[in-house]
């Protein structure tokens, strides 16, 4: 199951992860999702087009079309599960519905003209219960919603017994603790973004069918958890023609390209990158140890995952990206490749002339801005920084 706003960016290489990710969830068996408000981001025929290829259902119960108020696929399903054997039930009846956040600035027009928008989350949800306590046995609300927002519909909407939720990083205890992750006799959990964690949770039932009690367990898909085949394929297959599309883009702009007509130089800029190599003259001790770390070869991981021109990855793997002057791509500026002095200490075209107002003055806690947990998740500063360091130490005071 996944709680929805899974979809990519508002550009091409965000419309191919989505398409990948679609056939990611059906390799990996997914049975319902919610469509939330940033599947539609692409368009709703580019919506159909993918729900058609989905081997499961999507469920959204307030996303509407503005002109009758329906919704644009079933607001839930419900599902027969049968239970382990020596349980005091044979199966259970399980629906899921699918809500996301009002959002009152949100919509969206068809080729045809039709509108689609949001309606109240608390107020669709109180008008399905009925029924829903009629059909299933355990009612779970796939939730796009704030965490504050899923613990007030459990407050005001009874007879939830599961809010599996997703809203950015947010993430909820794993037990039972009272007004956080229990409210009533409904349970909630939420555990991140990205798909960098793997929440499961086992429900316990009585002879009732109704749920007795509850385990949760947020696991972090770190690099311990081998690989599957198939879908390391799926990903690297997408990795590649992301990668592919940004080289095809960064050429067409390329003005060193085969048969570009060369034009005017542009006017320097103030403070410009002049490359590790520059400063190395001045600096031969500190260039001979930079040459030995890892930052030194950074871009080369790039090349070799493919991810070259991905502009999420680039930034940290080169100097200036973004900025005047800095990295554009690794045939106009090959200089400029590689985690280089003026990564941490800034450019370097005034220097020497700036050294005594104090030029190029960092600190390891600038480390953290590419050592993310999300990029860098083995970072230790207290075994890499040692690796890196080209400074004199502390001396203790007399």
Known sequence: MDAGDFTGDLDDPGRMQTDALIEGMNALGYAVVHMSQRELSHGYDEFIKRRDRA???????????????????EPYVIRQVELREGARS????????????????????????????????????????????????????LASLDLDESRTLARRVPGIDLILGGNG??????????????????????????????????????????????????????REWPEDPALAGLMERAKVAVNEHNRARAEA????????????????????????????????????????????RAFNTLT????????KCVGCHTVG???????????????????????CHGPGSRHPETIGGGFGRTDTAFCVTCHTRENSPEFDPATYIPRVRHWPEPQAPN
């Open 321 to 343: 990206y973004g900025r005047p002057g800095g990295f554009t791509n690794a045939k106009a500026s090959p200089e400029l490749v590689d985690v280089g002095c003026e990564s």
């Open 304 to 311: 070799g995952a493919h991810q070259d021109f991905n502009p």
């Open 90 to 141: 044979r199966s259970a009846r399980i629906a899921f519905l699918g809500l996301t956040r009002n959002n009152p600035a949100f919509l969206q027009t068809t080729a045809d003209g039709r509108r689609i928008v949001t309606i109240d989350p608390l107020v669709v949800a109180d008008r399905q219960m009925p029924a829903l306590k009629k059909k299933a046995d355990v009612v779970v609300v």
């Open 253 to 296: 702009v390329n003005p060193f390209r085969e048969g570009t007509r060369a034009s005017a130089p542009s006017p320097p800029v103030e403070h410009a990158y002049k490359g590790s190599e520059h400063c190395g003259s001045c600096h031969p001790k500190e260039f001979a140890l930079w040459k030995g770390t890892g930052h030194a």
């Open 169 to 222: 990083g947010q993430r909820t205890r794993t037990d039972d603790f009272p007004e956080d992750t229990q409210i009533g006799r409904t349970r909630i959990m939420y555990v991140g973004d990205q798909g960098k964690d793997l929440g499961e949770a086992r429900l316990f039932f009585g002879a009732d069918r109704r749920i007795a009690s509850t385990q949760r367990s947020s696991i972090p898909l770190t």
């Open 55 to 73: 081997q499961f259902d999507f469920v959204s119960a307030n996303i509407v079309w503005q002109d009758s108020g329906e919704t644009l696929v």
